[in-house]
Nanobody, 120 residues
Framework: QVQLVESGGGLVQAGGSLILSCKAS????????MGWFRQAPGKEREFVAA???????YYGDSVKGRFTVSGDNAKSTVYLQMNSLKPEDTAVYYC??????????????WGQGTQVTVSS
């Protein structure tokens, strides 16, 4: 079992920045693929970013060049640095983990989500 707890959401003006954190517990953090997803009201959950062993990262097209995902194995924490935020980035952001991949399949473990609201 893996438990994921997100933090860092909030209200920010368009063009601003936020950093989300996701602390993992329960299993060896470095052996899992980690990712971020988001879900806006009335929309499906959308892939945002992923990070996995070897320093590999992957981003959704809508956030490429603005968001950066990184991890700290010593703290069992993955981060999502969000810059140049837009109102359309408003959503509940979820941390996810999987033993294999968070890109090619639906992740096995999910956090409870944290709200990000970007005002225009």
């Amino acid at each position: 079992q893996v438990q994921l707890v997100e933090s860092g959401g909030g209200l920010v003006q368009a063009g601003g920045s936020l950093i989300l954190s996701c602390k993992a517990s329960g299993r060896t953090f470095s052996s899992y693929a980690m990712g971020w997803f988001r879900q806006a009201p009335g929309k499906e959950r959308e892939f945002v970013a992923a990070a996995w062993s070897g320093g590999n990262t992957y981003y959704g097209d809508s956030v490429k060049g603005r968001f950066t995902v990184s991890g700290d194995n010593a703290k069992s924490t993955v981060y999502l640095q969000m810059n140049s935020l837009k109102p359309e980035d408003t959503a509940v952001y979820y941390c996810a983990a999987d033993r294999a991949s968070v890109v090619s399949r639906w992740p096995e473990y999910w956090g409870q989500g944290t709200q990000v609201t970007v005002s225009s």
